[in-house]
Nanobody, 113 residues
Framework: QVQLVESGGGLVQPGGSLRLSCAASGIIFSINVMDWYRQAPGKERELVALIDSTGWAKYADSVKDRFTISRDNAKNTVYLQMNSLKPEDTAVYYC???????WGQGTQVTVSS
């Protein structure tokens, strides 16, 4: 059974940092492109960052230079380090893999003073 489990969300003040984790099981993790998406209330789900099997990463313009995606193939885990958080980063963050297409349950990130 394929499963993606996110963790690490929470409430943080503007300018703060959080590190999200996504633990995968039931997939060949090392060959999978792993994505982080987010969905804010009333908005469509958007791609935040992705990382391929070689470690090459791509970011949405809104998070470039603030967020870093990484992966640990030995732990079947992908991470999203989020720095300099802004209120507009508030959303539910989802992990996604493409082989097979699978979503995690999401983790809430709230940036507020």
């Amino acid at each position: 059974q394929v499963q993606l489990v996110e963790s690490g969300g929470g409430l943080v003040q503007p300018g703060g940092s959080l590190r999200l984790s996504c633990a995968a099981s039931g997939i060949i993790f090392s060959i999978n492109v792993m994505d982080w998406y987010r969905q804010a209330p009333g908005k469509e789900r958007e791609l935040v960052a992705l990382i391929d099997s070689t470690g090459w990463a791509k970011y949405a313009d809104s998070v470039k230079d603030r967020f870093t995606i990484s992966r640990d193939n030995a732990k079947n885990t992908v991470y999203l380090q989020m720095n300099s958080l802004k209120p507009e980063d508030t959303a539910v963050y989802y992990c996604y893999c493409n082989a097979p297409p699978t979503w995690g349950q999401g983790t809430q990130v709230t940036v507020s003073s």
